[in-house]
């Protein structure tokens, strides 16, 4: 099996030990991404509204990198601080991304680290 790894220069840099995305048996997995500018490197100031366009805003360069649209996306994942609080924002922006008929998701909270949210993707090539 050919394995193909992704690196956008359009997205933020890994901040660790990651590439953005894996092609394998025609699917593009994305790796978890947040609200990082990525011409600051820095956190986008906001709340889960901007903090959610950016995230998406750098998974879309992940998806350009390959000549995908949010229309091939499958699966996402997304992982909230505070689902409670700020699901219904999220999920505002996440319509301005995607329309019906949506890929399947999963939203769960999570501890993250100084961000309100985390995105990943799993895209048919």
Known sequence: MKIEHIQSKEAPAPGGSYS??????????????GPIDPA??????????????????????????????????????????????DFKGYDEVYREFFTAPFPVRTTVGSDLINILVEIDFVVAL
């Open 40 to 85: 600051t490197g820095k956190i986008v100031d906001g709340g889960i509204a901007e903090q959610t366009r950016q995230t998406l805003k750098n998974l879309k360069a992940i998806l350009d990198s390959k000549g995908a649209k949010f229309e091939n996306v499958v699966k996402v994942t997304t992982h909230l601080q505070e689902v409670n609080r």
């Open 20 to 33: 953005h995305g894996v092609v394998a048996n025609g699917f593009l997995y994305t790796c978890g991404m």
